[in-house]
């Protein structure tokens, strides 16, 4: 016999929106550093490692290239104008960021030379 497992949602969410609805009591309150230490076995069970962890917490978007510890290198450099007024028009163009222009000409340049792999 096949079971009935499609939930009535419209009726769910009447009955957890509805204010009158009574809240079951709280099996388990922790506050303090046990509520922090069961908040961080929580994450670790979620993530598998402090490594993934902090990799999740990390603040910002992700690496340029990899998943390695620290800043991604920098690299600057000067340009004449004329070429940084068509670089403009090619921002505006595609729509991309500075850096990703630049990353992706040094890339093409790399590759190019055959220092690295398309």
Known sequence: MAENNTVDYDALSARLTDPSTPLA???????????????????????GSEEALEEAMRAG?????????????????????????????????????????VRRAVHK?????QLVDS
């Open 25 to 47: 009591p709280p099996q388990r309150v922790w506050s303090g550093d046990e509520a922090a230490a069961q908040g961080r076995a929580f994450l670790l069970r979620e993530y």
């Open 61 to 101: 978007r992700p690496r340029v290239g990899s998943t390695k510890n620290g800043p991604s290198p920098v690299v600057r450099g000067a340009i004449p104008a004329e070429d940084y007024e068509a670089f403009q028009k090619l921002v505006n163009l595609t729509g991309m960021k500075e850096a990703q222009l």
């Open 109 to 113: 340049l790399l590759v190019g030379e």
